[in-house]
């Protein structure tokens, strides 16, 4: 159920597995990184985010890995739930610009 | 504490018409933006305010304006609306403009133009 490197729209994993979401990135200049959920019928719900100084930054079963060379971001999710199942986007950011540019999401799936 | 609130939540109009979505932000939360979320077009930027001015605006038309009360609610409008318009909207809040601020979300307004 992993994948790396290339952005799926959707991803389908077995409860249990760990998940990789990626995501590329467009902006050189851009600040820091933040990853949202959003579940049908909510608004994005952050994640966790990574400052472009770092390559790496765990949270709670989450990983976000940031590779600034080839400008691409990857969510790790370990031991994945069913309630993990929703649309996970990334978004770039730029101190003060006071927006996010959001990429494009990646469905997860999660089956019992 | 009270998350963003946004109403109406679901709104259906016909081309022409105008509409006016509000979004209240968290409380001691200054600054407000505004996202536009399609199928095709994802998550898309409108504008930014915090004090009651518009700090940044995404490549919309003209027909998309907002505005920022004392209180930091903040209200956007769009007219002459268009099938295209049918979107969720979004809005997020932050304590202040830039920097490293969290954005929380609200469940958005559904918009379905007909």
């Known amino acids: 159920g992993e994948s790396v490197g290339l952005h799926l729209p959707t991803l389908s994993v077995q409860e249990g597995d760990n998940s990789i979401i990626n995501c590329a990135y467009s902006n050189s200049a851009s600040d820091y990184f933040i990853w949202y959920k959003q579940e049908s019928g909510k608004g994005p719900q952050f994640i966790i985010d990574?400052?472009?100084?770092?390559d790496k930054r765990q949270g709670q079963r989450v990983t976000v890995l940031l590779n600034k060379t080839v400008k691409h971001l990857s969510l790790q999710i370990a031991a994945t739930q069913p309630g993990d199942s929703a649309v996970y986007f990334c978004?770039?950011?730029?101190?003060?610009?006071?927006?996010?540019?959001f990429g494009d999401g990646t469905t997860l799936t999660v089956k019992p | 504490k009270a998350g963003v609130t946004q109403t109406p939540r679901y709104l259906i109009k016909t081309r022409g018409q105008q509409v006016t979505l509000s979004c209240s932000p968290i409380s001691g939360h200054r600054s407000v933006s505004w996202y536009q979320q399609t199928p095709g077009q994802g998550l898309q930027f409108l504008f930014e305010?915090?004090?009651?001015?518009?700090?940044n605006k995404g490549n919309f038309p003209g027909r998309f304006s907002g505005r920022q009360f004392s209180n930091s609610r903040s209200e956007m409008n769009v007219s002459t609306l268009e099938l295209g318009d049918s979107a969720l909207y979004l809005c997020?809040?932050?304590?202040?403009?830039?920097?490293?601020?969290?954005?929380?979300f609200g469940p958005g307004t559904r918009l379905l133009v007909l």
């Open positions: 990574i400052r472009s100084n770092m």
């Open positions: 978004a770039e950011n730029i101190v003060d610009a006071g927006k996010s540019t």
């Open positions: 997020a809040s932050s304590r202040t403009h830039g920097g490293q601020e969290t954005q929380y």
């Open positions: 305010y915090f004090s009651e001015t518009q700090r």
